[in-house]
């Protein structure tokens, strides 16, 4: 690619957001997000004013004088980027169209705005903390209420028990995700959902991508939804057991079952280290923005004896939270999960010997079948982890 010093550059929609610690460059027509430098940030405002790329660079040297600049590199890395639609009157991004940028837009569904607004962005907000201190404080004084590991089994067949499980915990997660996507759409922030893993566990998420528009204190609130909304089901959950202590033996120990799985989610959120809830209000408001990618590179760096970027003391810190986390998560799967379900399995392929009219016989066929679907939305999500990761590199090794 040639580019000069007089090139005339012509950049993609792109939208500047200048924050305390950081500054995002949004990509209006790809919904992409960049961190870049204050340089940086200045030479693509320099660009858009169409000034020469020349005269750029020679300011931004006087201006960032401990810097290296380059503009004529910096233009071909926006060219990598698909941030540049012209140069020197040659097209190489088709020019967007200004309903495709405003796209998005048309797509919000008022209510959602305004149901959002009432239950994240009014007085209504102070049930959340009141919910999960009145949660704690039961549990402790009143533990008969707390969770329970034998509520998992609330009849005698596994896969019954699985389907109860599978559906309850689908519903809680789906309430989980939707108090996500309506704190979102309440600061008018797009959320769409979809299914993905942390190591060997399934979760479903809602990818807040333009959340990077607010900013910091604002993304805490959507970041922080869905376990509000946990901390809510959790307190009505004791509550209806306290209020109605004779109700039907599957509808409590369903009330059971729900108090045992709110407590994991709640548990689980705090393991910053498998990209939960909690680890994204950290990276916010730390400002230590791909806070993980960061840590896992020092610690690369330490390993291999190799040079590494100067750190802050709190991304070494968090370095060192990862690597236990890691570890905790290895001895968790050899010594609880992977044990667990072989025993679990063996179960099921005993049922498989009874004549195939018998009850037991299609117990077990189910319950396989019901974990092999599990398995496979796993491997399907490890693989599309893996061609996203070759891609990427590819993508480098192209460029």
């Known amino acids: 690619m040639d580019i000069r010093r007089d090139s005339q550059v012509q950049l993609t929609p792109l939208v500047i957001h200048r924050q305390k610690k950081n500054i995002i460059i949004e990509d209006v027509r ?69 309903t495709e940028i405003q796209h998005h837009q048309r797509k919000e569904i008022p209510i959602f705005h305004k149901l959002g607004c009432f239950l994240f962005r009014t007085p209504f907000i ?17 533990p008969q209420y707390g969770p329970e590991f034998h509520s998992m089994h609330l009849v005698d067949t596994m896969t019954l028990n699985v389907l109860i499980w599978a559906g309850l915990s689908l519903f809680l997660l789906a309430l989980h995700e939707f108090s996500h996507f309506l704190a979102a759409r309440a600061f008018r922030v797009p959320a769409r959902y979809d299914f993905g893993h942390r190591y060997f566990f399934l979760v479903l998420e809602t990818q807040l991508t333009e959340i990077w528009k607010l900013e910091p204190r604002k993304r805490i609130i959507p970041y922080l939804a869905g376990m509000m909304n946990d901390s809510v089901m959790f307190a009505l959950s004791i509550t209806l057991r306290i209020l109605f202590p004779e109700m039907n033996d599957v509808l409590y120990g369903i009330l059971e079952l729900a108090t045992f799985y709110l ?9 910053v280290f498998m990209k939960t809830d909690l680890y994204y209000v950290i990276e916010s408001l730390s400002g230590h923005l791909n806070l993980q990618e960061r840590a896992v590179q020092w610690m690369k760096g330490l390993f291999l004896r190799r040079d590494r970027e100067k750190e802050p003391a709190f991304v070494k810190f968090f370095a060192f939270i990862y690597t236990a986390g890691i570890g905790l998560v290895a001895w968790f799967f050899v010594n609880r ?63």
């Open 126 to 142: 102070l049930i959340y903390p009141v919910a999960l201190i009145y949660s704690v404080w039961m549990v402790l004084t009143r």
């Open 263 to 271: 407590t994991i989610m709640l548990v689980f959120q705090t393991c």
């Open 337 to 399: 999960g992977y044990p667990q379900f072989l025993h679990f399995i063996d179960h099921a392929t005993d049922h498989l010997s009874y004549p195939i009219t018998h009850f037991f016989f299609w117990d077990g066929l189910l319950f396989i079948a019901v974990n092999s679907l599990s398995l496979a939305l796993l491997f399907y999500s490890w693989y599309r982890q893996l061609m996203e990761y070759l891609r990427s590199r590819s993508s480098e090794a192209a460029g």
């Open 30 to 98: 790809m919904k992409e997000y960049y961190e870049m430098s204050p340089a940086a940030a200045d030479a693509i405002e320099a660009i858009q004013a169409a000034r020469q790329l020349g005269e750029i660079e020679e300011e931004l040297k006087q201006r960032y004088p401990d810097e290296e600049i380059d503009i004529i590199q910096f233009v071909s890395d926006l060219i990598e980027l698909g941030m540049v639609i012209q140069l020197d009157g040659r097209m190489l991004q088709p020019e967007p169209e200004h």
